[in-house]
C-alpha cells in the first residue's frame, strides 16, 4: 500500500512537470514580444557582421577597379545607345 502511494505521489510530481498551464493573454504576448525582439537583433546583428565580412573580403581582392571599369563600359555603352 505504501509503495502504491508512493509510485502515485511519484506520477503527481512527474506529471506536474509535462502539464503545461495556459498561460493568460498577456503573458503570452510578453513572451512573444521579446522573442520577436531577440529575432529581429539576431538578424540584424547577423546580416551587419556577414557584410562586414565580405566588405572586408572584398577590399582586400584588387579586382575592384576591374569591376568599376566594366560598369563604366556598360553604364556608357547604354547611354549611347539610348540615344
Avoid: C
Avoid at 520577436?36 to 546580416?47: A, E, Q
Avoid at 582586400?60 to 539610348?82: E, R
Amino acid at each position: 500500500m505504501a509503495e502504491e502511494n508512493n509510485l502515485s505521489q511519484n506520477q503527481k510530481i512527474v506529471e506536474k512537470y509535462y502539464i503545461e498551464v495556459n498561460p493568460s493573454g498577456f503573458r503570452k504576448f510578453l513572451h512573444g514580444l521579446i522573442g520577436g525582439l531577440g529575432w529581429g537583433v539576431g538578424i540584424t546583428l547577423g546580416t551587419s557582421l556577414f557584410l562586414l565580412a565580405i566588405g572586408y573580403l572584398v577590399s582586400q581582392i584588387d579586382f575592384v577597379p576591374i569591376l568599376g571599369q566594366f560598369l563604366s563600359d556598360v553604364v556608357k555603352s547604354a547611354s549611347t545607345n539610348l540615344k
